[in-house]
T-cell receptor, first 113, second 112 residues
Framework: NAGVTQTPKFRVLKTGQSMTLLCAQDMNHEYMYWYRQDPGMGLRLIHYSVGEGTTAKGEVPDGYNVSRLKKQNFLLGLESAAPSQTSVYFC????????????FGPGTRLLVL | AQSVTQLGSHVSVSEGALVLLRCNYSSSVPPYLFWYVQYPNQGLQLLLKYTTGATLVKGINGFEAEFKKSETSFHLTKPSAHMSDAAEYFCAVSVFGNDMRFGAGTRLTVKP
């Protein structure tokens, strides 16, 4: 099993450009999450999904959109990138809700110039 | 709302010494508590978690943590540090719904 994979690993964008980050999991997990990690701030939840076709906002959703068309995939979109979105993005999945372990991908490093 | 405070952004210990990483949480209801470890250029992986039952929780790689409700703490310990323990450690709390809150992280350095 590959676990949780993320594409791409690294990306440089110019302000105003758009992009989509792809997360895939092969563990048949219901729940999937997108976090951003910034120095000194830990991980903050952007959006999450409790099943195929569902999405919900997390702590810092502004400027991002998500979609979960297939159970194994969770996409994070940036419609108009801003320098404040320079960060490391992590995807995670879990079998169900809050008492479950989350399994993390290796991260995507995004630089917005 | 729930929150987590990790005391000390950097902790340095000698190999073989006790490791103590501090975590305090804020919650109005019984929390679920987690410790995750992040090695350089990798994602997070679970060390241990407390959901219900025994308050002393044992995890991987010789780590353990004790849930102390009266002190709202969940400190992580390991009796003897190893060089391979050098990493960043995150405490996290989950109270309502699917909103897990992470602390800012503590970077552990192990000196030979």
């Amino acid at each position: 099993n590959a676990g949780v994979t993320q594409t791409p690993k690294f990306r440089v964008l110019k302000t105003g450009q758009s992009m989509t980050l792809l997360c895939a999991q092969d563990m048949n997990h219901e729940y999937m999450y997108w976090y951003r990690q910034d120095p000194g701030m830990g991980l903050r939840l952007i959006h999450y999904s409790v099943g195929e076709g569902t999405t919900a906002k997390g702590e810092v959703p502004d400027g991002y959109n998500v979609s979960r068309l297939k159970k194994q995939n969770f996409l994070l979109g940036l419609e108009s990138a801003a320098p404040s979105q320079t960060s490391v993005y992590f995807c995670a999945s879990s079998p169900s809700g809050r008492r479950e372990t989350q399994y993390f991908g290796p991260g995507t490093r995004l630089l917005v110039l | 709302a729930q929150s987590v405070t990790q005391l000390g952004s950097h902790v340095s210990v000698s190999e073989g010494a006790l490791v103590l990483l501090r975590c305090n949480y804020s919650s109005s209801v019984p929390p679920y508590l987690f410790w995750y470890v992040q090695y350089p250029n990798q994602g997070l992986q679970l060390l241990l978690k407390y959901t219900t039952g025994a308050t002393l929780v044992k995890g991987i790689n010789g780590f353990e943590a004790e849930f102390k409700k009266s002190e709202t703490s969940f400190h992580l310990t390991k009796p003897s540090a190893h060089m391979s323990d050098a990493a960043e450690y995150f405490c996290a709390v989950s109270v309502f719904g699917n909103d897990m809150r992470f602390g800012a992280g503590t970077r552990l350095t192990v000196k030979p």
